[in-house]
Antibody, heavy 118, light 113 residues
Framework: EVQLVESGGGLVKPGGSLRLSCAASGLTFSNAWMSWVRQAPGKGLEWVGRIKSKTHGGTTDYAAPVKGRFTISRDDSKNTQYLQMNSLQTEDTAVYYC?????????WGQGTLVTVSS | DIVMTQSPDSLAVSLGERATINCKSSQSVLYSSNNKNYLAWYQQKPGQPPKLYIHWASTRESGVPDRFSGSGSGTDFTLTISSLQAEDVAVYYCQQYYTTPRTFGQGTKVEIK
């Protein structure tokens, strides 16, 4: 059974930074493309970005609102992907979901809440 | 970016009746080389993460009840629940994966009438 467990969320001031982690199990992580999707309170789903498997180059793509501020990385030895978030803005307040897949999103974690507020 | 627009925003259907959700993309998500529509549907219940229900516009995921079906091609798609059950109350999202950025519809809330 695939399990994704996010951690690292919390309250941060505007302009601050936070790093989210996603620990994966039940899949061959090194072969998996991984993504982050967020959901602002009471709102819909918004794709944040993805990282390809290393065999596909390990490259990343980002949504325009986060490009240049957020960085996705992975450590295949730890079956973990990361989302480094810098220069956080109030509009980044959301539940951040870790998902498998770079096209459709097959499996989802329970999400971790990031609140950006002064 | 491809804009995904769902209709209606919400609908209330009696138990056992049909529910139909529409999803329109601002450009075609049909890839001509393989004749596949790069379109997925998700169900999200309150307090839970979304769950992938359908991909390639009409292929149900394992374990998804067969009362759920997806149809359409190009720019116009439909998710149909043939006989609504109480456990189907949720918000449903369409999503295109034809190109990046991946984009979702705004969601359709399905309730019991």
């Amino acid at each position: 059974e695939v399990q994704l467990v996010e951690s690292g969320g919390g309250l941060v001031k505007p302009g601050g930074s936070l790093r989210l982690s996603c620990a994966a199990s039940g899949l061959t992580f090194s072969n998996a493309w991984m993504s982050w999707v967020r959901q602002a309170p009471g709102k819909g789903l918004e794709w944040v970005g993805r990282i390809k498997s290393k065999t596909h180059g390990g490259t990343t793509d980002y949504a325009a609102p986060v490009k240049g501020r957020f960085t996705i990385s992975r450590d295949d030895s730890k079956n973990t992907q990361y989302l480094q978030m810098n220069s956080l803005q109030t509009e980044d307040t959301a539940v951040y979901y870790c998902t498998t897949g770079g096209m459709e999103f097959d499996y989802w974690g329970q999400g971790t809440l990031v609140t950006v507020s002064s | 970016d491809i804009v995904m627009t769902q209709s209606p925003d919400s609908l209330a259907v009696s138990l056992g009746e049909r529910a139909t959700i529409n999803c329109k993309s601002s450009q075609s998500v049909l890839y001509s080389s393989n004749n596949k529509n790069y379109l997925a549907w998700y169900q999200q219940k309150p307090g839970q993460p979304p769950k992938l229900y359908i991909h390639w516009a009409s292929t149900r995921e394992s374990g998804v009840p067969d009362r759920f079906s997806g149809s359409g091609s190009g720019t116009d798609f439909t998710l149909t629940i043939s006989s609504l059950q109480a456990e189907d109350v949720a918000v449903y999202y369409c999503q295109q994966y034809y190109t990046t950025p991946r984009t979702f519809g705004q969601g359709t809330k399905v309730e019991i009438k």
